[in-house]
């Protein structure tokens, strides 16, 4: 299988929330990692307002971004990082219909909705 090219996703994280953070770092740490860009939504607010993302929608869920400028949100920004992962993309492939599922989308919008209101506690979210 030949590499992607360099950077062919740019994916938008919440690098103020612990998970997120190690989620994030734990792809990074992977073969395939050089062709995709990792941006901490919640330090980086030049770049988001350079591709148009509002930086509370950025923290909020993840998004991810291709060379195409197709956007990715939620579970699928998930499969876009997997499929550019030679260890996940087997994975991705074969489980697509888990992955696409409206359960998937369902359980991660409710993490979303549970995390979002503790990790703004205190003023700490992007105004």
């Known amino acids: 299988m030949d590499a992607p090219p360099s950077e062919s996703l740019e994916v938008f994280f919440d690098g103020g929330c612990p998970a997120c953070r190690r989620e994030m770092a734990h792809y990074r740490a992977q073969p395939g990692a050089e062709a995709i860009r990792f941006t901490d939504a ?20 993840l998004h991810a971004r ?7 949100i939620g579970v699928p920004a998930f499969r876009e990082i997997w499929l550019r992962l030679p260890r ?20 991660y919008a409710v993490f979303c909705r549970l995390r ?11 105004a």
């Open 66 to 72: 291709d060379a195409d400028g197709t956007w990715h």
């Open 116 to 126: 979002l209101p503790r990790r703004c506690r205190d003023g700490r979210c992007p």
């Open 88 to 107: 996940y993309a087997p994975w991705a492939r074969r489980f697509a219909w888990a992955i696409d599922s409206r359960a998937l989308a369902w359980a």
């Open 42 to 61: 919640a330090q980086e607010l030049t770049r988001l307002a350079d591709v148009g993302l509002d930086p509370m929608a950025a923290i909020a869920t």
